[in-house]
């Protein structure tokens, strides 16, 4: 694959993988990232200490995760980033659907998402699984894509118990028939 960054005499560090000769950042106290996303790069400046310590999250996003998946008080969670932190956004009750379930997600917004799937085996053994719904329409700001994409993996660790990820920009790809055929 070769090395994806070289740094030259001018203490600059290029990517070798951006069709263009770009300065990705200078060694600086001020830092910027760089990410490869859809085909496309982008710049993020900001400084270091943001970069090390991610995004925050809520107390209250922890505790409804743990009420869902330990006393079952929810069919699902979805969570939203606001101010710097990731929230809880709308929790839905035991009784609801799926369908309920892919109604919550707004058309233009990205989302995180947990959901307890019940299912039966082959053997007809009941069986829940917790899925992580990573939602990223198409029609929402760039912007709002690359904040949520970089803050995942972080605010998954949270969520301990994750059994299955979809990661999905139009409804049919986390469909009942996807989520199915996960389960088993």
């Given at each position: 694959?070769?090395?994806?960054?070289?740094l030259?005499?001018?203490n600059?560090?290029?990517?070798s993988?951006?069709?263009?000769n770009?300065?990705?950042?200078?060694l600086?106290p001020?830092?910027s990232?760089?990410?490869?996303?859809?085909?496309?790069?982008?710049l993020?400046?900001?400084?270091?200490?943001?970069?090390?310590?991610?995004?925050?999250?809520?107390?209250?996003?922890?505790?409804?995760?743990?009420d869902?998946?330990?006393?079952?008080s929810?069919r699902?969670i979805?969570f939203?980033?606001e101010?710097?932190?990731?929230?809880v956004d709308?929790l839905?009750?035991p009784t609801?659907?799926y369908?309920?379930?892919?109604?919550?997600?707004?058309?233009?917004?990205?989302?995180y998402?947990?959901?307890?799937?019940d299912?039966?085996?082959?053997?007809?053994?009941q069986k829940?699984?917790?899925y992580f719904?990573?939602?990223s329409?198409?029609?929402?700001?760039v912007?709002?894509k690359?904040?949520?994409?970089?803050?995942?993996?972080?605010?998954?660790?949270?969520l301990?118990?994750?059994?299955?990820e979809?990661?999905a920009?139009d409804?049919?790809?986390m469909?009942?028939?996807?989520v199915?055929?996960r389960?088993l």
């Amino acid at each position: 694959m070769g090395q994806l960054f070289s740094l030259n005499t001018s203490n600059s560090i290029y990517c070798s993988h951006c069709p263009f000769n770009i300065v990705l950042f200078s060694l600086l106290p001020s830092l910027s990232f760089h990410t490869h996303f859809a085909g496309r790069f982008f710049l993020i400046a900001g400084t270091m200490a943001n970069a090390a310590s991610g995004m925050a999250v809520h107390d209250d996003c922890k505790l409804r995760f743990q009420d869902l998946k330990s006393k079952r008080s929810y069919r699902f969670i979805l969570f939203k980033i606001e101010q710097q932190q990731v929230v809880v956004d709308k929790l839905g009750e035991p009784t609801e659907s799926y369908d309920d379930f892919m109604a919550s997600f707004p058309a233009d917004e990205c989302r995180y998402a947990v959901y307890d799937f019940d299912f039966t085996t082959e053997e007809n053994c009941q069986k829940s699984k917790i899925y992580f719904v990573a939602w990223s329409p198409d029609t929402s700001r760039v912007r709002m894509k690359m904040v949520y994409a970089s803050s995942k993996d972080r605010f998954k660790r949270e969520l301990d118990g994750i059994q299955v990820e979809l990661q999905a920009t139009d409804p049919s790809e986390m469909s009942l028939d996807i989520v199915k055929t996960r389960a088993l």
